[in-house]
């Protein structure tokens, strides 16, 4: 068993907490509808022109997990109503948890 998390780095066009709200939602309910992994805002709780999301997905190989948070940033890049700034990943092995 594997897993994979991802942490992107996103600009926003918004002006309050509400309007950033209305951009951050849509997108953690796409990832998680689509992608069928989980998905938070996690970090720049304060900040209404920035955000972190956090994204996390298990699966039993390596490749697929790559694969699917492979397709989550590149959707995520395209996304017209946000700047994407950097995304990092880790992957970790139910070995490597102990």
Same mark, same amino acid.
């Not at 955000?51 to 395209?78: F, P």
């Given at each position: 068993?594997?897993?994979?998390?991802?942490?992107?780095?996103? =600009?926003?066009?918004?002006?309050?907490?509400?309007?950033?709200? #209305? *951009? !951050?939602?849509?997108?953690? &309910? /796409?990832? @998680?509808?689509?992608?069928?992994?989980?998905?938070?805002?996690?970090?720049? =709780?304060?900040?209404?022109?920035?955000?972190?999301?956090?994204? #996390? *997905? !298990?699966?039993?190989?390596? &490749? /697929?997990? @790559?694969?699917?948070?492979?397709?989550?940033?590149?959707?995520?890049?395209?996304?017209?109503?946000?700047?994407?700034?950097?995304?990092?990943?880790?992957? !970790?092995?139910?070995?490597?948890?102990?």
């Amino acid at each position: 068993m594997y897993a994979g998390v991802m942490s992107v780095d996103l =600009l926003l066009p918004s002006r309050s907490l509400k309007q950033k709200r #209305s *951009v !951050v939602r849509p997108l953690l &309910a /796409h990832l @998680r509808r689509e992608y069928a992994v989980a998905a938070a805002e996690a970090g720049h =709780l304060e900040l209404t022109g920035r955000t972190q999301i956090g994204v #996390s *997905v !298990v699966a039993a190989d390596m &490749a /697929h997990c @790559r694969d699917v948070l492979d397709g989550c940033e590149r959707w995520l890049a395209a996304e017209p109503h946000v700047e994407f700034v950097v995304a990092r990943r880790t992957y !970790v092995s139910d070995e490597e948890m102990g």
